[in-house]
């Protein structure tokens, strides 16, 4: 690779709210989508929320001149939604299933049965690998009491991790997807302090498009305004993040988005706003790499206070799936005290009808609290093996953090002006 090597990277993202039967005007949206995609001809195109498989064999028929290389994340029982569409050959190709995904009898969420998952492509650009990934965490249903906190804290955990143990080959990290999490959100922050990744919309000095960078915005006739009440410029929650590793450096050179319309036919192309990004890579100096628990103390007291607030979030949830768990378990053992009391009536003769009719939902009954003390007994151990991975990678920070020369210092400072003020 020359010493002068550089590469532009156009990048495009967008959530494609392609629900089949219950999204708005799909087809003619799918359709546009392809032809805008074939016209700009990125690098890159990662999207969500392409429920249809017949979408994406679609959109791959339509865009195979342009894009030729192409992948459908399969997953769940209605599929993770996610594919790629690259100009470039696609050398590798993975994914994770998120193991906490919500509740399977919220049944009007849905958010189980799709099998939410991260995506990972790899591709060699000129000599350069590039490790690409797409994802779309749970949704959030009510922002003032979110049952799903824990369940979207612990998958930007496994996300992070994801990206931290799969990118070590990697010369340039690229992150998209719909995190369906705020900027200030207790998950985006624990997901950019761990990997190092950063945020477009922040780094670009080139902007244009919706106010303060927002995905979902009111101007957008999909969208449901009622939920954007409280945000009147609307919420940003699709991101592309990225990093390079010592001896390459990445910056945004531009980062565009749509505003409540199609760039060229006026509607919109999804209840989303489409990202558009221009990524340049070049050599840089060889510099330090980042490492989530050996970076400088400002980013080390700012990674343990994250892991601290993580922590206690999924301790939270915890606590709460073992209630559940522990309710359904009393409901089984009511649930056999009643058949056992049905089958003893049943046997005497007495009231044998009434027996009988009791039986049918004594035993449904049974079944459905023995589902639900499994799953949550299920999600107690998801959210207790994340709250170990975190409560042993905050002990590192800590350990690294203490041992700094620099923080021994202020300690020391701190104590001889303790002891200053005691004499005194």
Not at 185 to 214: I, P, Q, V
Request: aromatic share 10%.
């Amino acid at each position: 690779m020359k010493p002068n090597f550089s590469l532009r990277l156009r990048i495009f993202n967008l959530n494609c709210w392609g629900i089949p039967y219950l999204s708005k005007h799909r087809g003619d949206r799918v359709k546009r989508l392809g032809d805008f995609l074939n016209m700009e001809s990125f690098d890159l195109a990662l999207l969500e929320e392409v429920w249809s498989e017949q979408d994406f064999q679609y959109l791959r028929q339509k865009l195979l001149p342009t894009y030729p290389a192409a992948h459908y994340f399969r997953s769940g029982v209605i599929g993770s939604g996610l594919c790629v569409f690259s100009k470039h050959p696609i050398q590798e190709f993975t994914q994770h299933v998120y193991t906490l995904n919500g509740y399977p009898y919220m049944i009007h969420h849905g958010d189980w049965f799709c099998g939410k998952a991260v995506g990972l492509l790899v591709l060699h650009l000129s000599g350069l690998v590039l490790n690409a990934y797409v994802t779309h965490l749970h949704a959030e249903y009510n922002r003032q009491k979110d049952i799903y906190l824990a369940h979207r804290v612990a998958q930007a955990w496994e996300l992070a991790q994801f990206i931290h143990h799969t990118s070590k080959k990697a010369d340039v990290v690229l992150l998209c997807g719909d995190l369906n999490l705020h900027p200030k959100d207790l998950g985006c922050r624990l997901l950019k302090e761990w990997t190092g990744l950063h945020d477009a919309y922040l780094e670009t000095r080139d902007f244009k498009g919706s106010e303060e960078g927002c995905t979902m915005v009111p101007e957008n006739c999909y969208v449901n305004q009622r939920e954007l009440e409280p945000f009147p410029f609307g919420i940003r929650i699709d991101y592309v993040l990225y990093k390079a590793v010592s001896g390459f450096y990445i910056s945004c050179k531009t980062l565009r988005t749509t505003t409540g319309h199609d760039p060229h036919s006026g509607t919109p192309l999804s209840d989303h706003e489409a990202l558009m990004a221009t990524l340049c890579v070049r050599h840089s100096p060889p510099q330090h790499t980042h490492s989530p628990t050996h970076g400088g103390p400002a980013e080390r007291s700012r990674l343990i206070s994250v892991l601290k607030e993580a922590w206690a979030e999924l301790d939270l949830g915890m606590a709460q799936a073992r209630w559940w768990a522990t309710f359904a378990g009393y409901v089984i053992g009511l649930g056999l005290l009643l058949l056992a009391l049905l089958c003893a009536l049943a046997a005497g003769g007495g009231v044998r009808e009434v027996a009988i009719m009791l039986w049918t939902p004594s035993v449904g009954l049974l079944l459905g609290a023995g589902a639900v003390y499994l799953f949550h007994m299920q999600e107690a151990k998801g959210l207790s093996r994340a709250r170990a991975e975190l409560q042993h990678m905050l002990r590192r920070a800590r350990e690294a953090h203490n041992l700094d020369p620099e923080s021994q210092a202020a300690l020391f400072l701190g104590q001889q002006e303790g002891d200053r003020s005691e004499e005194q």
